[in-house]
């Protein structure tokens, strides 16, 4: 049996693999729409979402299936003081498949120790984020046509965004790869995510100025100043506008730029960049649902 807790699970086989299960999923979805007959997902929230909740359950849906669904902790056993260890034992008598998304890093990981179905993690703490990381696959693969040669820029929250770090991760695997990190002194990447870009052999930069970064970059992954994380509130203040995307700051960016973002977005892209042709984040999380149909069939090893 397989969970995925991080992205780093997957080989780059099994990365392509899913991608190319998801863009069948787009073109033939009438081939998918009975391959989950019978199977139940659930969905254990322990933190707010919308798009990761209610995509993984439009997947299992579109597959088929059926969900459960916990979205709010505060009514659930958890408010009572249950452990993860256990809550993941008895939803395992309910369902087929579990995606857990939980604010103490490494909780997926013990309710995947615990559980005798897949564990899927949607998001633990300022950890990691596989899943939209597939999403994010989707993306540059439909955009860009490809993984290889590619600079990127991760702009804004990168000590807390956990989006970023599962996409180091992943992009990391492949060749020829820059990263360019933008991102206030306080809101850098941490070490053991850097040590992951340098152990593949790539390189990367660190800058404070969105605006020089901009021509040479293939991709702008945007990412919201996660308040949820900070101790400080003042900081956090301090903190949240220190990159707002704009169309000025578009005029030195590449004609065939990429530019995402796993949203919720805050104030850090401007309304008006959305009728950009480089912006791809609305479509983004169409994709995160295709791929949660990708994992989810390749987790319950349904063909
Ligand atoms: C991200 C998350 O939850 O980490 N959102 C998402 O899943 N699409 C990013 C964020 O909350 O800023």
Do not use: W
């Not at 019978?38 to 919308?50: D, I, R, V």
């Not at 990391?172 to 040590?195: A, C, G, H, M, Q």
């Amino acid at each position: 049996m397989r969970h995925l807790i991080d992205i780093l699970e997957l080989s780059v086989e099994e990365l392509d693999s899913l991608v190319a299960t998801a863009n069948d999923i787009i073109d033939s979805p009438e081939k998918y729409a009975h391959k989950c007959d019978g199977k139940k997902l659930a969905t254990l929230f322990f933190e707010p979402s919308t798009r990761t909740r209610l995509s993984f359950e439009a997947a299992m849906y579109e597959l088929g299936g059926n969900v459960l669904t916990m979205a709010d902790a505060g009514s659930s056993s958890a408010a009572k003081g249950e452990s993860v260890a256990d809550t993941a034992k008895m939803i395992s008598c309910y369902a087929d498949i579990i995606a857990m998304r939980h604010p103490k890093e490494g909780a997926p990981l013990v309710a995947a120790k615990n559980s005798t179905i897949p564990v899927i993690n949607a998001g633990d703490g300022g950890h990691h984020h596989p899943t939209q990381t597939l999403a994010d696959l989707l993306t540059i693969h439909r955009e860009k046509g490809r993984f290889d040669n590619l600079t990127i820029g991760l702009c804004g929250d990168l000590k807390f965004g956990r989006t970023v770090h599962s996409l180091i991760g992943a992009m990391s695997r492949y060749k020829n790869i820059t990263f360019v990190l933008i991102s206030p002194e306080e809101l850098k990447v941490p070490d053991y995510v850097k040590n992951i870009i340098t152990d593949a052999g790539h390189s990367f930069v660190e800058t404070v100025s969105l605006e020089e970064s901009m021509p040479s970059l293939d991709i702008l992954y945007m990412t919201r100043v996660q308040r949820e994380r900070f101790f400080n509130e003042e900081e956090y203040l301090r903190l949240k506008d220190s990159y707002i995307l704009n169309t000025d700051k578009l005029i030195n960016a590449k004609e065939d730029l990429v530019i995402m973002h796993p949203l919720p977005r805050v104030n850090e892209i401007s309304v008006a960049v959305d009728n950009d042709k480089r912006a791809c984040y609305f479509r983004q999380a169409l994709y995160g649902k295709y791929m949660r149909m990708a994992l989810i069939l390749k987790l319950l090893d349904i063909k």
